[in-house]
């Protein structure tokens, strides 16, 4: 279960990057945090999330650069847009946003072949102190998580790291979802889970690209997915959040590949 370098291997096979693959992460992931930048004005009360998606389209195409998720198992958005207890690929609709609502927008773009996948969530107005305690909170689990990613460490101590943040605050951390190996495809090993015991799992070593996405509930951590094969919900209808940041092991540590240019990497952002 340890990396190896090399094009032709399987998908349970984590591929080891050179210098080439950190360039082409840096692009890829920074086009997809300016997606995630461009859309913060316009998340307001009555607009709906099929006009953001529309407006991430239309970016992501004009430099010169494609959705990861049109097309992909049948999906046919630039965005999930997952409000309030929607954990996860909600699917961008009609329904107007309404002052209060907590909704994660995740983009992956596609630049040169490679991918940066990343999601944040975002204020409608001024959402409940609980639903903003719940977003500071999911916010710094991903950097725990992040944190705990460095050579020689293993995948094991991300998940730790993030549960126990977590549950130290009465919030539970998703099962269902993880993050995952990622580059010149969407989706490939490792799975990194969000709850787990330290030192267990596959040894980080530079080269390693992968997501590291928590998603978190005030509630119980179970999910339902609903009719339309896609949107996860909380089985007990409480709130959830997550942040995504796509990020490659160096030889020091990590690098994060979807960091905000602007610097609008977590709410309230600037009106
Ligand atoms: N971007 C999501 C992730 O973090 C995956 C979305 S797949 C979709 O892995 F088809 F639902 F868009
Ligand atoms: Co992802
Ligand atoms: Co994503």
Redesign the pocket.
């Known amino acids: 279960m340890h990396g190896v370098t090399g094009a032709d291997l399987d998908e349970r096979t984590i591929v080891i990057h050179d210098a080439e693959g950190f360039a082409g992460m840096r692009k890829a992931g920074r086009l997809a945090a300016e997606v995630l930048d461009m859309l913060v004005p316009h998340v307001q009360p009555g607009v709906s999330t099929l006009a953001l998606d529309a407006l991430a389209y239309e970016f992501i195409l004009a430099r010169g650069a494609v959705p990861a ?1 049109i097309f ?2 049948g ?1 046919s ?1 630039s965005l ?1 847009t997952s409000v309030n207890h929607v954990i ?2 909600g699917i961008p609709s009609e329904r107007p946003l309404r002052e209060g609502d907590i909704v994660n927008i ?3 773009v596609v630049v040169d072949g490679w991918h940066g ?1 990343t ?1 944040r969530m975002y204020y409608v107005g001024t959402p409940p102190l609980k639903a903003r305690r719940l977003v500071d909170l999911t916010f710094e689990c991903l950097w725990r998580g992040i944190e705990a990613a460095r050579p020689g460490a293993r995948l094991g101590d991300i998940g730790h790291a993030i549960q126990t943040h977590a549950e130290k605050n009465r919030c539970s951390v998703v099962r269902d979802f993880c993050g ?1 190996g990622l580059g010149r495809r ?2 490939m090993a490792p799975n990194v889970v969000h709850a787990g015991r330290p030192g267990t799992g596959p040894e980080l070593v530079p080269g390693m690209f992968f ?1 590291i ?1 928590p998603m978190l509930n005030l509630g119980r951590p179970e999910s339902k997915i609903l009719e339309d094969g ?1 949107t996860a919900v909380t089985r007990d209808r409480s709130l959830s959040a997550q942040f ?1 940041h796509s990020v490659g092991i160096t030889e020091d540590g990590v690098e994060v590949f979807t960091l905000s240019p602007a610097g609008l990497d977590r709410p309230p952002y600037p009106v």
Do not use: G, I
């Open positions: 998720t992909y198992r999906y958005h999930c996860c690929h995740d983009v992956t996948d999601s995952h969407f989706h997501t996405e896609w995504e």
